[in-house]
């Protein structure tokens, strides 16, 4: 008894000095968790925006209608005096929203939140898969699946992960007005492979930012990463088998999740051997570069301007922008790496980094 209230008097004395503000503006907001099924338009409905109301809010900003949703965020209530505000939150992307309902008017306008930010650290041990493992902690798929795609490059070069082995990484958590909001980026990660603890650090550039240790700079791997950012929606499965109808479905490159627009960058020094559009990839830009290696981009957006047949690009140029063109449910690059004519798993052949990060990284391992 005595030490389970030892115990909540800690915490509380621990919560009052460190996030003091946090505290202090509370009171007027109240958060809700982002349930299954959830959208915007239930939402609303739930908190009394009849449909013309909810149509109203659609209309007014046009980033609403691609908000997502997930279930490790919150989205916030305030209901006085005849008005209700609404503050939602897109789990993917910085985009965040207040709806306003009062008697005169239903309106919607995008708005930057201050969020306060705290560090979590989580650790625990890997029984069976990473991403299992980790969910059992920390009932978050983004940040699961960020710590997985941490260790994916090194998990692709041989190293082996042994039952029970440790790891531990803080993330960020993002509060508005007192309240959990949504999970930040994962900036230091643990695990145990080989028996050694393989650390990492993220590290951030101006249009995103990479997990870094040391060694990545010594692989020897041809192609650098064609993204500034590496999030791993779907991995090279030249076996996978469609769920639905059984039929054999192979998947031949590997998908980075990323918002539309993001920059997609050359692997390598290379020449543009072919581009276009067609039903399955949407718009695509094909690189043939001189070891023999041929990189294709498909879902772009838009394909920059120069490219023509025959350009000659170097590694790191930008050559598109990241979309959802052909069949695609959600932005998102699917790079594919052919090998003496054969199409190989990418993660084996590109750098965790993209090239334009290789200067920023050396300094920063000389420094330490
Ligand atoms: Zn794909």
């Not at 621990?14 to 109240?30: C, D």
């Not at 995008?110 to 493992?133: A, F, H, M």
Request: glycine content about 8%.
């Amino acid at each position: 008894m005595m030490n389970h209230l030892a115990q909540i008097l800690c915490a509380f004395v621990f919560a009052s000095i460190f996030y003091p503000s946090v505290q202090a503006s509370a009171n007027t907001f109240t958060a809700k968790p982002v349930r299954s099924g959830d959208t915007l338009i239930s939402i609303l409905a739930k908190n009394g925006f009849s449909m013309r109301d909810r149509e109203v809010v659609l209309r007014s900003s046009a980033g609403l209608r691609t908000l997502f949703l997930t279930l490790d965020t919150q989205y916030l209530v305030r209901r006085e005096k005849g008005e209700t505000e609404l503050r939602v939150f897109d789990s993917q992307t910085s985009a965040a929203f207040k709806i306003l309902k009062n008697a005169d008017k239903v309106s919607a306008v995008s708005y930057r939140p201050d969020y306060k930010i705290t560090l979590q650290r989580i650790e625990g041990r890997i029984y069976g898969s990473v991403l299992g493992s980790v969910l059992s902690k920390v009932n978050s798929n983004f940040v699961a699946s960020r710590f997985t795609d941490a260790y994916a490059f090194d998990l692709k070069s041989g190293k082996h992960l042994k039952r029970g082995a440790r790891y531990w990484f803080n993330v960020q958590k993002k509060y508005e007005s007192g309240h959990f909001i949504k999970y930040g980026e994962i900036l230091q990660t643990s695990l145990e492979v080989d028996g050694q603890d393989l650390r990492k650090r993220f590290v951030r550039n101006n249009d995103g930012g990479v997990f870094f240790n040391a060694d990545d700079l010594l692989e020897k791997r041809p192609l650098y990463a064609p993204v500034n950012y590496i999030k791993i929606a779907s991995a090279f499965q030249p076996n996978r088998v469609h769920p639905i109808t059984g039929r054999r479905q192979p998947h031949l490159g590997v998908d980075f999740e990323l918002p539309a627009g993001e920059p997609v960058l050359a692997a390598r020094k290379g020449v543009v051997v072919r581009y276009g559009n067609n039903h399955a990839a949407g718009n695509y830009i094909v690189l043939q570069h001189s070891n023999g290696m041929e990189t294709a981009y498909d879902h772009l957006y838009k394909i920059d301007r120069k490219i023509h047949q025959g350009l000659r690009v170097n590694a790191g140029e930008k050559i598109a922008e990241v979309g959802c063109t052909g069949y695609c449910t959600r932005a998102h690059l699917h790079f594919a790496v052919k090998k003496k004519g054969r199409m190989v798993d990418p993660l084996f052949y590109i750098k965790s980094y993209p090239y334009h990060m290789e200067e920023q990284l050396e300094a920063r391992v000389a420094q330490n």
